[in-house]
């Protein structure tokens, strides 16, 4: 199946650890998102690459690093993970030029304890 | 800046009832709009969309009308279902920006049978 997906589903971990979410898609686009979901369901992009180049960052920790090995690959590693991290965190992939909207994964559900 | 902003929920409607969650949004040049859907524990899925002035969306039973004079982006179904039970997002990409897609707050509509 053509989709955006992205492992783990669910992450619990504890305060201090290091973590990472991987997500890849199979459609062929050349930009990908990473969207952090708040308990009040607000979406807040964090980061986009474009042809595995940063171009978007946005006011985020810099505990957050995401890494592009390629064009259909962009993960997301956490360091010293806080309370305040627990969220939802969504990838997304789109075609530069072309109005379709982004396509996203199912999500990942990070729960720092 | 590009906002969208959104109609407050919680909306609670009977199974068969109108529905409308109103959207306007502020964004450089002419954006192109967007109605996600996210259904329980899921990720967003595209619901419709317009990139023009006068554009009608429409998916599911689902309409929305781009009305520039009003910049205005209002979500409508004529009889909804229990199954339409969900978060709506409206969002926009403007036609100047790095394609960066930028979310109302989300509106949570629960119907009931």
């Known amino acids: 199946d053509t989709a955006v997906s992205q492992t783990p589903k669910y992450l619990v971990t504890q305060m201090g650890n290091d973590k990472s979410i991987k997500c890849e898609q199979n459609?062929?686009?050349?930009?990908m998102y990473w969207y952090k979901q708040d308990s009040k369901k607000f979406l807040k992009i964090m980061f986009s690459y474009n042809n595995k180049e940063l171009i978007i960052n946005e006011t985020v920790p810099n505990r957050f690093s995401p890494k592009s090995p390629d064009k259909a690959h962009l993960n997301l590693h956490i360091n010293s993970l806080e309370l305040g991290d627990s969220a939802v965190y969504f990838c997304a992939s789109s075609q530069s030029g072309v109005n379709y909207g982004y396509t996203f994964g199912s999500g990942t559900r990070l729960t720092v304890v | 800046g590009d906002s969208v902003t959104q109609m407050e929920g919680p909306v609670t409607l009977s199974e068969e009832a109108f529905l409308t969650i109103n959207c306007t949004y502020t964004?450089?040049?002419?954006?192109?709009l967007f109605w996600y859907v996210q259904y329980p524990g899921e990720g967003l899925q595209l619901l419709l969309k317009?990139?023009?002035?006068?554009d009608k969306g429409s998916n599911k039973g689902f309409e929305a009308t781009y009305r520039k004079e009003t910049t205005s982006f209002h979500l409508e179904k004529g009889s909804v279902q229990v199954s339409d039970s969900a978060v709506y997002f409206c969002?926009?990409?403007?036609?100047?920006?790095?394609?960066?897609?930028?979310f109302g707050s989300g509106t949570q509509l629960t119907v009931l049978p």
């Open positions: 969002a926009l990409i403007s036609s100047g920006s790095a394609r960066q897609l930028t």
């Open positions: 459609l062929g686009h050349d930009t």
């Open positions: 964004a450089t040049g002419y954006p192109s």
């Open positions: 317009a990139t023009k002035a006068d």
